[in-house]
């Protein structure tokens, strides 16, 4: 599965709403709202866009970093990383319908979000050299997300330099989804590369 991220910053002037909307066309079931340094009423403004240019097409919206934005936009899921509320912070935010995801970047942290019951997903990376983060912490590599499949029952998503070359050795390591950043949002045309990136995942890809 490709769980697109709709990044403001790597957007450059496209809207992510748009972006969003171009993803769900080309067959992303997952997508997520990225605005590392919007201002609360951008990132909420957003936010609703994304969840009405989604309505209907069937894929599920997640909200980076921010359970009470999630909550108040009626989004699907909140991505939670290791600075952000705790699950159960953010599960008495957004309640018992939404999914929480959960970065993790060593085994500690893995198996942590593995048994937290409140975790519903957890991505482990990067996977690869990333440019998506100003400062990105240290590559895992194919081998973890090998060990975290072996840990794990839990949907586990991988992230982290993660392009069309690459997509199928994530997935044959055992990664349930494959969260993309660089690859959709830096290009001209989104839903383009996003139906190329799908097509890659089903002649080849684990689903």
Known sequence: MIYGIADLGALGGKEPAAAAAAMARAGVPWIQLRAKGADDAELHR???ACRRALAGTGALLWIDDRPDVAALAGAGGVH???D???PAAARRTVGP???IGRSTHD???LLAADADPE???IAVGPVFATSG????DPVVGLDFVRWARGVTAKTLVAIGGIDASNLRSVLAAGADAVAV????CRGDDVEGDARRLVEVMENGGRS
Not at 133 to 136: D, L, N, T
């Open 80 to 82: 939670l990383g290791q």
């Open 119 to 121: 975790v519903d997903v």
């Open 107 to 109: 085994r500690g942290q």
């Open 181 to 184: 950043l660089s690859a959709l």
């Open 46 to 48: 957003h936010a609703v």
């Open 133 to 136: 983060k100003e400062r990105p």
């Open 84 to 86: 952000d509320l705790p």
């Open 97 to 99: 319908g939404v999914r």
